[in-house]
C-alpha cells in the first residue's frame, strides 16, 4: 500500500489530469505546485526576503525570477522558497494520503517506503495538440512553449536534486501517456498504489 | 492490442525474468539477445568477417570484441552483426506475438504502433544480492560487475541508437523491479499489452 503519490511530468503531458484524477479516485488530498508556491510566497516571508515580493510579482513566475540570478538576495530568495516548499512536502508526507505533482518531491521523498514516484511522459505532437487544446495558441509555436518548459524543469530538478530529471531510475514508474491514454495511466498508477 | 513487447533492463533488475514470465503467460515467442547473437554469429558470415571469428570466440563476449576497436575489422564485424541482428529483430516485429529482450529493440521498433516499449530497472542494493543468487560470487564485488555491465549497455545503446539508455521517454512504461515486485511488474505489462 502506497499512501504518498508524487507525480512529476513533462508540460502538456496531462499528468496532472492523471494526477488529480487518481486523488479523487482515492480520496486522497491533491497537492500541487502553485498551491505550494502561493503559500510559501504569502506566509510568514522573512523581512529581506520580503523586498524581493514587487520583483517577483512583476515576472511571469518564480522559476524565470530564481533563474535571472543565482547569486545575492534572488538566490537567498529562491533557496528559502525551496526550503519552505521542502518543508511542506515532508508535512504532506507526514500526513499521508496525498497526490504531490511536481516541484521535486520525488526526491524530497525517495526514502519513503510508502510513497510510489511516478513520471508522466509523451511526445511533442501529443503534448503540443493537448496546450493548444487547452491554453490555446500563442504568438510561440507550442514546440517552442513545451520545449521552453521542460527545459525549465530540468535545470530546476538538477539544481536541487543533482539528477538528471526524467530518468527512469529516479521513479518507481513512468508511462508514456500519449501512448496509453490518460484513463489507463490513472488505472495502474491506482493498481500499484494499492497493492498490499 | 500490443502484440509485440520489448523490454530493456538494467543487470540483475530481473527484467529477463519478467520478460520469460510475459511470453510465456501470452503464449508469445521469447526472443533474447544471446539467441540472435547466436544466430548472427553462425549463420551467412561473410568471408572478410569470418576471419575475426577466432579472436571473438577468444573474447568473453561480442560486447567486449566490438569494444576493444571501434575501427578497421573490429568496427566493420560489429557493424555487420548489428545490421543483422537489426534485421532479425524487424523479422520477428513482422511475424508479431513475440518478447524481445535487450539489443536496442525499442529502438529499432519505435515507429510500430503495436510494439509496448518496456524497461526495467531496480536499485543498487537489490540487483547486488540477485546476481550474488543467481550468479554466485566473483572476485569482483556485486556493485562493481553491475556498474560495468550497465555502463557497457549505455555505450552499446548510445553508439548504435545516439539517445540515452534508461530515459523515460524512450519507452511506454519504465518499472522499478525492486520495489515493485517482479510479479507485479509481469501483471502490468500483460494489462497494458492486452488492453485494446
Chains 1, 2 share one sequence.
Request: glycine residues 6%; contains cysteine; hydrophobic residues 35%.
Amino acid at each position: 500500500m502506497k499512501n504518498i503519490i508524487t507525480v512529476s511530468r513533462e508540460f502538456g503531458s496531462g499528468g496532472r489530469s492523471i494526477a488529480k484524477e487518481v486523488a479523487k479516485r482515492m480520496g486522497y488530498e491533491y497537492v500541487d505546485v502553485e498551491m505550494i508556491e502561493r503559500i510559501a510566497q504569502t506566509s510568514g516571508l522573512e523581512p529581506e526576503i520580503k523586498e524581493n515580493a514587487d520583483e517577483l510579482s512583476r515576472r511571469k513566475n518564480l522559476f524565470e525570477f530564481a533563474f535571472a540570478g543565482r547569486e545575492g538576495k534572488a538566490d537567498s530568495m529562491e533557496n528559502y522558497l525551496w526550503n519552505r516548499q521542502r518543508e511542506m512536502i515532508l508535512d504532506f508526507a507526514e500526513k499521508g494520503n496525498c497526490v504531490i505533482v511536481g516541484r521535486c518531491a520525488d526526491y524530497i521523498l525517495r526514502d519513503y517506503e510508502n510513497a510510489l514516484h511516478v513520471f508522466i511522459h509523451a511526445d511533442m505532437e501529443y503534448r503540443a495538440q493537448r496546450i493548444i487544446r487547452l491554453y490555446g495558441e500563442t504568438d510561440q509555436t507550442p514546440e517552442k512553449r513545451l520545449s521552453d518548459k521542460d527545459k525549465m524543469r530540468k535545470a530546476n530538478y538538477k539544481y536541487h536534486t543533482d539528477r538528471d530529471w526524467g530518468v527512469a531510475q529516479n521513479y518507481d514508474l513512468t508511462l508514456n501517456s500519449g501512448k496509453l491514454g490518460l484513463e489507463q495511466c490513472v488505472d495502474i498508477i491506482i493498481s500499484l498504489a494499492t497493492t498490499e
